[in-house]
């Protein structure tokens, strides 16, 4: 069985098991605790690392009411590997255990999508996705999950594989998550980036995937998941969903006080 070994532990999170459940329990802390956590379809979570975005990723996982399966869409920054890169058999690692991959809905998905290719190499060394997992470790213990790493700049690619990944959510039995693993504008100053991060959040809350895909490029917002987010979305609509909701919104500034070069960060629920 192939085990993908983590890429960013001890960087991006804490690379021991104590420290690391440790510092999940503390992004989670930093929320409150809500009165009765909340069904979803979709999400948007941030990935940077636990120590600036972990807080905000948090605002979600302690608000949903999780599933035991997951989509989770990323996108692909490192440029390796195929343009809509799906693993569908082994592990992921990180120091809080081996999770599984889904294989059963993986193959759903790559029935009902031609754009989905199984290749590890875009996973290989990504981050973004890598970081949701000690979430779901510490909050659920047990559950699969689907990787799927985006890099393809085509809104008919995403419309073809949210619909895939909304038949087979229907399917499935079950409730699946499907989240979107996205971070917002990137290094410029505060003001700038709450303005420009405004703009597509309000395009997410809309539940609009073809306005946000505009005005991230109408305006040049550095949203480096917007395709992600893009995706979960269509897929989301033709699951009913009828609301987004804006849990958290930060910034790098807040957690390191430089708002001169920050990155926006927002955790939204989608049902």
Request: charged share 20%.
């Amino acid at each position: 069985m192939e085990i993908r070994p983590p890429a960013v532990a001890g960087t991006f999170y804490e690379g021991t098991p104590e420290r690391l459940a440790a510092q999940v329990a503390a992004c989670v802390a930093e929320n409150p605790v809500p009165e009765s956590k909340e069904r979803f379809i979709g999400a948007v979570v941030p990935h940077a690392g636990l120590m600036y975005s972990g807080h905000v990723a948090a605002a979600f996982y302690a608000a949903a009411e999780l599933p035991r399966r997951f989509i989770i869409l990323c996108p692909n920054h490192t440029g390796f590997g195929h343009f809509a890169a799906i693993n569908r058999s082994g592990q992921w690692s990180t120091p809080l255990g081996n999770v599984a991959i889904d294989t059963p809905l993986a193959d759903a998905l790559m029935q009902q999508s031609h754009l989905l290719a199984e290749d590890s190499r875009a996973h290989a060394r990504e981050h973004s996705l890598e970081v949701q997992l000690p979430f779901l470790q510490e909050l659920l213990g047990d559950f699969t999950f689907v990787p799927i790493c985006l890099g393809a700049n085509r809104y008919d690619y995403c419309e073809e594989i949210g619909h895939a990944i909304a038949k087979v959510v229907a399917a499935a039995g079950e409730p699946v998550g499907i989240l979107a693993s996205s971070d917002l504008n990137h290094y410029e100053d505060q003001k700038t980036t709450l303005r420009k991060d405004q703009l597509a959040i309000d395009e997410v809350l809309k539940l609009d995937p073809r306005e946000l895909w505009h005005v991230v490029e109408q305006f040049d917002i550095s949203m480096c998941g917007f395709i992600p987010t893009t995706t979960m979305l269509i897929a989301a609509k033709q699951l009913g969903a009828k609301q987004a909701t804006l849990l958290k919104h930060a910034t790098s500034g807040d957690i390191n006080g430089d708002y001169s070069h920050v990155v926006g960060y927002a955790a939204i629920v989608v049902v």
